[in-house]
């Protein structure tokens, strides 16, 4: 009954071309843990970071200058690293040393938004292999949350008597 009542023509996708992605690789913060520049701190800190791209474009071979040039990209990602300090200050002996090896942390990152793609070159051309570089521009909104944490094995960050030392 079903598909009578539903019968007539249709348009698989509306006459779009779809394009799925996935991304995965180290996810670098910056932050105050490690110091500044410091090679070790800079690899240690480093987590992850996972996504799912999704572009949508009209595949019609219709004589338009939107259809050939705009494009729209929709993306979900998160990245998480675990934060410790590194580098010379941490690894002495004194008291700012003692306090920065007992500070720990953590933070996570989710990003979804979409974007309108303006591409000044033919999108079809690049996609079919006609160019080899295909500048663009992109405008749109994201909409992105944060969950830091960070926790001393000394006590209760909001101890006024763990107050750090100064590190000259």
């Known amino acids: 009954m079903l598909f009578i009542l539903l019968s007539g023509k ?16 180290p996810a670098s913060f910056l932050m105050d843990y490690g110091e500044r520049g410091n090679v070790e701190n800079n690899i240690r800190n480093t987590g992850f ?7 949508a474009y009209n595949k019609c071979d219709c004589d338009s200058y939107f259809v050939d040039h705009f494009r ?10 675990n934060l410790e300090h590194y580098g ?14 007992a500070m720990h942390g953590k933070t996570s990152l989710f990003e979804i938004g979409s ?14 292999f006609g160019y ?11 909409f992105v949350t944060y969950k830091p944490d960070a926790y001393s094995d000394l006590g209760s960050l909001d101890n006024p008597d763990l107050g750090m030392v100064a590190l000259i």
Do not use: C, W, Y
């Open 132 to 142: 080899d570089f295909s500048p663009f521009l992109m405008g749109g909104a994201h």
């Open 10 to 25: 249709v348009s698989a996708q509306l006459g779009l071309s779809h394009e799925v992605g996935i991304m995965a690789g």
């Open 115 to 128: 974007l309108l793609e303006f591409h000044p070159l033919h999108i079809r051309d690049f996609t079919n």
């Open 72 to 81: 729209i990209r929709n993306e979900l990602t998160f990245l998480h690293s």
């Open 49 to 55: 970071g996972i996504g799912l791209l999704h572009f």
């Open 88 to 101: 010379p200050v941490s690894n002495g002996t004194g008291e700012g040393a003692r306090q920065l090896k």
